[in-house]
């Protein structure tokens, strides 16, 4: 495990479980990356909820309730989609705080648009707090994912 992104989460813990708090995640580019380094952290049970991998769009649909027509009007990659991931993790779980993220990690599949290293990151909370932000992160597949996790992590920090 990555030095940087155990402390992020380690620091995220201690956030969580001071306030009393629990988070899920969604992940779709990222494949439960942020929930792994999340579990790392010994008594992670006491502010985790759970992690939903949504990689293809029929999962992000079925398990998170990302509504069809948002898929094909936006993209599965889109601000539209990860707000709605990152409700649908709330509404599917006990938490009080969701990150969701979505993106193109590469080497294909990046179009002038959305070029490969396009990520987006939704942040809510149960009590209608929602940011989303959008990611232009240089570098290779494994580059782009290690940087949206930890983007991910500091992001929901700076929230709390």
């Given at each position: 495990?990555?030095?940087?992104?155990?402390?992020?989460?380690?620091?995220?813990?201690?956030?969580?479980?001071?306030?009393?708090?629990?988070?899920?995640t969604?992940?779709?580019?990222?494949?439960?990356?942020?929930?792994?380094?999340?579990?790392?952290?010994?008594?992670?049970?006491?502010?985790?909820?759970?992690?939903?991998?949504?990689?293809?769009?029929?999962a992000?649909?079925?398990?998170l309730?990302?509504?069809?027509q948002?898929?094909?009007?936006?993209?599965?990659?889109?601000?539209?989609?990860?707000?709605?991931?990152a409700?649908?993790?709330?509404?599917?779980?006990?938490?009080?705080w969701?990150?969701?993220?979505?993106?193109?990690?590469?080497?294909?599949?990046g179009?002038?648009?959305?070029?490969?290293?396009?990520?987006?990151?939704?942040?809510?909370?149960?009590?209608?707090?929602?940011?989303v932000?959008?990611?232009?992160?240089?570098?290779?597949?494994?580059?782009?994912?290690?940087?949206?996790?930890?983007?991910?992590?500091?992001?929901?920090?700076?929230?709390?």
């Amino acid at each position: 495990m990555d030095n940087e992104l155990f402390e992020l989460a380690e620091r995220l813990g201690r956030t969580l479980k001071a306030k009393g708090y629990k988070i899920a995640t969604a992940e779709s580019c990222t494949g439960g990356w942020i929930a792994q380094a999340i579990t790392e952290v010994p008594g992670s049970s006491a502010w985790f909820d759970r992690g939903l991998v949504t990689y293809s769009n029929d999962a992000k649909v079925q398990m998170l309730g990302v509504n069809p027509q948002t898929l094909a009007q936006h993209g599965a990659v889109s601000a539209e989609v990860a707000q709605q991931m990152a409700a649908g993790a709330l509404a599917n779980s006990e938490a009080d705080w969701a990150i969701a993220v979505t993106g193109i990690a590469g080497p294909d599949g990046g179009s002038e648009e959305k070029p490969v290293g396009t990520v987006y990151i939704a942040w809510q909370n149960k009590n209608g707090f929602s940011n989303v932000e959008r990611l232009s992160v240089p570098g290779n597949r494994h580059q782009i994912r290690k940087q949206a996790v930890k983007k991910a992590i500091e992001g929901v920090l700076s929230f709390l």
